[in-house]
């Protein structure tokens, strides 16, 4: 007789896959047609993660899960000591590669392009 927990095992040889649900800081989605429409990470346009110097390594890591869902844009916001801003850095998707590149890093404003042209000087995000 099996147990609950031998059922609940992968088939040999094979790994189940770590939880891949993810809850950004930002996101930005494509205008839906139909507002009660389920969001799907095909529609995703960015998505922004604030780094405290604590959670450096985990939000770095994050890029390859946006990566492999397809998403064009991950902005890593990385925060000082202070929990002021640092440098942002702007990763854009190679989709043959299914991977984020670094694309640039902001000192001290920053310049996008996607998924629409801004400017956002640093100050501008930190003040009162």
């Known amino acids: 007789m099996r147990t609950l ?15 891949q649900f993810r809850r950004p ?4 989605y494509k205008c839906l047609d139909d507002p009660g ?13 604030v780094s405290s110097p604590g959670t450096v390594r985990e939000d770095l890591t994050e890029r390859v899960q946006y990566a492999a869902a397809g998403i064009p844009l991950y902005l890593l916001i990385m925060l000082d000591e202070k929990y002021e801003i640092d440098e942002v850095k ?17 000192r001290s404003e920053l310049e996008l392009e996607l998924p629409t042209r801004a400017t956002i000087p640093f100050v501008t995000l930190t003040a009162p």
């Open 5 to 19: 927990q031998e059922d609940r095992r992968p088939a040999e040889g094979l790994q189940r896959p770590a939880c």
């Open 25 to 28: 800081d930002v996101v930005v």
């Open 37 to 49: 429409q389920k969001l799907e990470a095909s529609q995703t346009l960015a998505v922004v993660e």
């Open 90 to 106: 702007e990763f854009h998707l190679d989709a043959v590669a299914s991977e984020c590149r670094l694309h640039q890093v902001h």
